[in-house]
Every structure is written in structure tokens, then in C-alpha cells.
């Protein structure tokens, strides 16, 4: 958790050129390719950082144009492309080495009023407090991957029926569902909390394509990326208070795999929604 908020917590470098310049660090990882899902959350607080506090985010699009290096600190340049009476838009391109590894739009808007309604949050699951942590999971499994997915994230997920770290249980279906929030309490800043969904968004997101197929992330020479990744704040809420993750992946071909993800709070507020495709390649199909 203390290196997921130093992460967030972007140094303004003072430099300017037509853009606003921001810079933060990268999270260890065991494969040492810098985990998409920071990326995306520190883009988020970079482009945030430039709107008025009464316009939160509500959308982003961004693409992942190439691995991040963890050895190295990522540079953030915003750049201020609208300004309405309601609306403002960023983009945001993340550099390592002066090249860009991702690149971001994200749309603000004051709050305001108008129709409301939303699809129902699935009732037919188990709580959060009845199912294993991944921790526990994968406690005693002498791995650097174990040990990252058990007790190197600052998020605790708890998978629907089960997780798929080392075989893949039960049916063969593109859909699942997960519990998750933050291992502590956040600090009360809505940015962050928007920030920490986005990044939490990223972990699992894929996973439907793989159970579909009955590959757990074991599988030797498997490769998994994200390409590209869309989210939409719908309402506000906590990320250190249960959430949960339904997911589904209606089509996957060409190496491709496309998965779409609504999150829930534990009484039942829609209160994101997430799409993602990726590139899945595996070694017997």
C-alpha cells in the first residue's frame, strides 16, 4: 500500500512547455514491465491535476503503446486540449526514455443533473468475507509471482467461483465476478479513489478469456497485455470498501480478446464501468 500512494503522489517538476509536466515512480514487479494498471492511475491524477476540483473525471480511453521499464520513473505531460462551460478534456502520453508508453484522453465534467437509472448488481453471489484471499491462497508457494499475487498488491480480490492463478475450476465460462478493495484505508480525496478503481480495473479484466479456455496465468510461455483500456465513473465510492467486479468477455480472436467489466459497491450503486482488449497468446492455441 505505501508504494501503491507514493506511486500516485506525481511530483510537479515546475516544467513547462505548452503541456504540464509531471512526474512519479514505478511499483516493483517480477516480470520488471511496469503494471498497466499504475500507469493508467497515474494518468489519471496527472490530467486531474489541471481541471478545477468541481469537475471530476468521469471517462477515459487510452491505449498502452509499450512496456514500461520498473527501473525507471515515468514522465507525464498533459496537455489542456478543451475547456467548455461544462466539459474539459486532457490527454495525458506517459514517457520512460522519451518515448511514450501510453497515451490517454479523459473527460471532466462540473456535476450536474438529469435522468438516472441503472442495471441491477447481480444478488445470487457469496460475500467478500466467505471466500479465501489470494494470500491465503497462495500461502507457501515459494514464487515471485505467487508471493506478488498473494501479498505484493495493495488490493485484496477474492474471485467468484474461484481464481485462476494456478488451474482454472469448474466450467468453461467468459464471465466471472470479484470482490475487491484496498488492503488499508485511503485518504479522503475523491481523486485518489477514482484514481485506485482505475487501477484495480486492470488486474483481472482479461481474466474471462482465459477461463473461457481453461488457461490459468500459470501456463508456461502464456503471454497476456493490455492494448487499450476504457473507463467510465458513473458514481462515487470508496475502493477501501468492498466492490464487485463483474466481468465477461463476449468475443476473442486473431490473438485478441475483448472483456467488459461493471463495479458495483456492496449495497448495489453501479458505479463504474470498464472495457478492455488484449492481446492473449497462448502457447497450444
Known amino acids: 500500500m505505501e508504494s501503491f500512494l ?7 517538476t515546475g516544467a513547462r512547455t505548452n503541456e504540464d509536466i509531471f512526474t512519479g515512480p514505478s511499483q ?40 514500461g521499464n520498473v527501473d525507471l520513473p515515468i514522465t507525464f505531460a498533459v496537455d489542456r486540449i478543451h475547456e467548455g462551460r461544462s466539459f474539459a478534456t486532457r490527454r495525458t502520453q506517459a514517457y520512460q526514455n522519451g518515448v511514450p508508453i501510453l497515451s490517454m484522453i479523459a473527460s471532466f465534467q462540473t456535476r450536474d443533473t438529469g435522468p438516472e437509472h441503472q442495471v441491477d448488481m447481480p444478488t445470487d453471489l457469496p460475500d467478500p468475507e466467505t471466500l479465501p484471499s489470494a494470500a491465503q491462497l497462495l500461502d507457501g ?11 505484493g498488491r ?12 494456478l488451474s482454472v475450476e469448474g466450467g468453461r ?10 488492503t488499508a484505508t485511503l485518504p479522503d480525496d475523491p481523486t485518489l479513489h477514482r484514481a485506485a478503481l482505475a487501477y484495480a480495473s486492470d488486474y483481472t479484466i482479461l ?7 481453461g488457461v490459468p ?29 463483474v466481468q465477461e468477455s463476449p468475443s476473442a480472436t486473431g490473438g485478441r480478446g475483448l472483456s467488459l467489466g461493471k ?23
Open 141 to 151: 508457494i515459494d514464487h515471485p509471482a505467487a508471493k506478488a499475487w498473494g501479498t
Open 154 to 165: 495493495p488490493f485484496d480480490m477474492r474471485h467468484i467461483p474461484s481464481p485462476i492463478y
Open 6 to 12: 507514493t506511486a500516485l503522489d506525481l511530483s510537479d
Open 217 to 245: 496465468w500459470a501456463t508456461p510461455g502464456i503471454k497476456v497485455a493490455s492494448l487499450d483500456h476504457a473507463m467510465w465513473w458513473h458514481r462515487p465510492a470508496r475502493a477501501d470498501e468492498w466492490l464487485l467486479y
Open 28 to 67: 516493483w514487479m517480477p516480470h520488471g514491465r511496469v503494471f498497466g494498471g499504475q500507469v493508467l492511475a497515474q494518468s489519471v491524477v496527472a490530467a486531474t491535476r489541471t481541471v478545477d476540483d468541481d469537475r471530476p473525471i468521469h471517462s477515459m480511453h487510452g491505449y498502452f503503446l509499450r512496456p
Open 263 to 285: 463495479i458495483f459497491s456492496r449495497d448495489g450503486v453501479l458505479v463504474a464501468s470498464v472495457a478492455q482488449e488484449g492481446m492473449v497468446r497462448i502457447p497450444e492455441l
Open 173 to 182: 465460462t467468459a464471465h466471472q465476478a470479484l470482490w475487491f478493495r484496498a
Open 207 to 213: 481474466e474471462p478469456i482465459l477461463r473461457r479456455h
